[in-house]
């Protein structure tokens, strides 16, 4: 036997031995000659002062065929059962089973070799073996209890502070424990974001995010496994919400088509995270670009007269007191207008109107015309019409002379009236002939006095 301390101590010191509590040896190592069945028991190693070992239980037995197994068994460990025989006697094939499950059929070997253990491996493990003996070979067999020991526990993802907020740093721990038997193995360590690698394995524990994000939030998780990579464990999600410690900034103002002279108060609006009411924000806002009000706890800009100079596109400027945490708001354009701009505008609305309004009468009348002409041209190109012919129809000038006319019939003391037609011709339609070459229409007027 051997006393691991397992780390290195300086030379020259005394390890003590104990058999249930009982000093027996002294030494590095207790060696048994010739072991008897009285020497089982419980074996504890304490080296100089330090404390004694965990105890370790020794059988000696006196049985055909005995199923050795190592003392502690952890994960990646290679495993190795031996179905012993008695010494002095010749040993024949071996077969072994787990839970009474064939596992290996008879071989010469008396060894059964398992590589990488997992916790899997642990379980009820039996050898039978042929001993010579007799004169003849006999059976038999011994069974054990194999125990697979956790070589580190499954890991943990933790973060440095809950909640994290916007551009603060943050930091994930990969935590796990070694069995105390183990603690000089090596292990490595890789973190994952929402099942993607962000930090490869190495022998960093942590994983370092400075100046976080909103968009740095979601499902964290990390995985261990040994420097030969035969162990390997990984550790549940933890969803992480990166938090806003004030909302994204917005301009209001209280009439955003100011008349020059006019008072303009613009406000800065945000929201405060509910985490972290007390922590204190400064405000300051721009016009185009360049700084009209500096920081300060106001989240107001005022002006008492507004000029036509006030008119631009104005921002504002969130931060903490400890600027680690800056926003600016969309812009927002502000426009102030002259005194006589109104009245300007007012008048040449009302001209644009009267102006629409001309021309759509001008529409309407052209449409009206143009209807007009194509009932007259219909009228005019008609077969079945009154009037299929054209005519003059004379307009005259009369110059009117009397003369008494007594002679004749039927028209006693009546004025006979000659006149001279100056006749203007227009086509119209008519049924009857007219001359084309008749200028001078008679007429008898008759009057009476």
Known sequence: MTCDVGFTIGQGVNYRWYKDDYQVHDGTF??????????????????????????????????????????????????????????????????????????????DNEELYIGNVDRTTAGTYTCIKQVHYQLSYHQHADEVFVSVQELFTTPTTR?????????????????????????????????????????????????????????????YSCAVETTDGKVRKKSAEQSIQIEEL?????????????????????????????????????????????????????????????????????????????????????GFIILVQGSNHFSLMTILSISLGMSLLIVIILIFLCIYYQRRSSNNKRQTTGGDNEFSTEAEVNYAVLNITRSQQNNLPGENGSNVVYGVVKSKTKQVKTSQEMPETSTDIYQNISSHR
């Open 246 to 330: 004030f909302s994204h900034p917005e301009i209001t103002v209280t009439n955003n088509l100011t008349v020059e002279g006019d008072p303009m108060t613009l406000t800065c609006n945000t929201t405060l995270s509910p985490y972290i009411k007390t922590t204190e924000v400064q405000f300051a806002f721009y016009r185009d670009g360049q700084k009209v009000q500096e920081f300060n706890s106001s989240n107001k800009y005022e002006v008492q007269s507004a000029q036509e100079e006030d008119s631009g596109d104005y921002t504002c400027e969130v931060k903490t007191s400890t600027t680690t945490t800056m926003k600016i708001s969309n």
């Open 159 to 219: 973060v440095t502070a809950n909640p994290v907020f916007e551009r603060d740093n943050m930091t994930l721990t990969c935590s796990t424990s070694l069995h105390p038997s183990r603690q000089n193995t090596q292990l490595r360590f890789a973190f994952y974001r929402e099942e993607w690698i962000v930090q490869k394995f190495s022998s960093n524990d942590t994983y370092d995010v400075y100046i976080v994000h909103l968009q740095n939030s979601g499902k």
């Open 30 to 107: 207790y060696t048994i000659q010739n072991a008897e069945l009285s020497q089982s028991g419980s074996y504890q190693c304490q080296p100089g002062t330090g404390e004694r070992s965990d105890p370790v239980r020794l059988e000696v037995s006196d049985a055909w065929v005995i199923l050795q197994t190592p003392l502690y068994v952890y994960e990646g460990d290679e495993l190795k059962l031996r179905c012993h025989h008695y010494p002095g006697y010749y040993g024949g094939q071996t077969i072994f089973y787990k839970y009474k499950r064939l596992i290996r059929d008879w071989r």
